[in-house]
């Protein structure tokens, strides 16, 4: 079966331009997941969303930094503004519900920000 | 608030070798702790978890953790490592009242021949 689908899987762009990510969880997965991956640091949490439930937005860095999840289904996370400091792998991941389970990551996508 | 420490960067080991992969955690209820494993390019795989009941959990590719209430640590192991087991590691804990899990910092296994 398709696992979580992100694309593209490496985005280079020049400072100052708005990007947008896209992740496709796992059919029928109610939670999804925006983590980013920086060299070094480990798995940084950004966003949550669950079912219709108002997202988690509690590990946003900043107003440039928003997402969408439509119909339940495919998430996008939106950059605005590059900064080269967001330069890092943005890992999207998916979960049947909100119990103990485990998450379902994508390939993710490598943003370069020059 | 939940947290965890992955205190290696990096662990060494031989082929044939036992490995341990060290983890620690901080929660204020009761702890659900995950390890995943990340190959190079690709994304993170589910090895195993802990819940509730059994302190020693069994995994994917022959890993296994030991939960530890009282050093509050979900160490990973594996009797015998492979060259193939060289990777990167993350342990992550979630709070019980928590959706989000914590992941750690990452430990690099490098397994020698």
């Known amino acids: 079966g398709a696992g979580v689908s992100q694309s593209p899987s490496n985005k280079v762009t020049e400072k100052g331009k708005d990007v947008e990510l896209r992740c496709d969880p796992i059919s029928g997965h109610t939670a999804l997941y925006w983590y980013r991956q920086s060299l070094g640091q480990g798995l940084e949490f950004l966003i949550y969303f669950q079912g219709n439930s108002a997202p988690d937005k509690s590990g946003l860095p900043s107003d440039r930094f928003s997402a969408e999840r439509t119909g339940g289904s495919v998430s996008t996370l939106t950059i605005q503004r590059t900064q080269q400091e967001d330069s890092a792998v943005y890992l999207c991941a998916s979960s049947l519900a909100r119990g103990p389970e485990k998450l379902f990551f994508g390939s993710g996508t490598q943003l370069s920000v020059l | ?113």
Do not use: M
Not at chain 2, 11 to 38: H, I, M
Not at chain 2, 63 to 76: G, P, R, Y
Not at chain 2, 98 to 110: A, D, E, N, V
């Open chain 2, 1 to 113: 608030a939940q947290s965890v420490a992955q205190p290696e960067d990096q662990v060494n080991v031989a082929e044939g070798n036992p490995l341990t992969v060290k983890c620690t955690y901080s929660v204020s209820g009761n702890p659900y702790l995950f390890w995943y494993v990340q190959y190079p390019n690709r994304g993170l795989q589910f090895l195993l978890k802990y819940i509730t009941g059994d302190n020693l959990v069994k995994g994917s590719y022959g890993f296994e953790a030991e939960f530890n209430k009282s050093q509050t640590s979900f160490h990973l192991k594996k009797p015998s490592a492979l060259v193939s087991d060289s990777a990167l590691y993350f342990c992550a804990v979630r709070d019980g009242g928590s959706y989000i899990p914590t992941f750690g910092r990452g430990t690099s296994l490098i397994v020698h021949p």
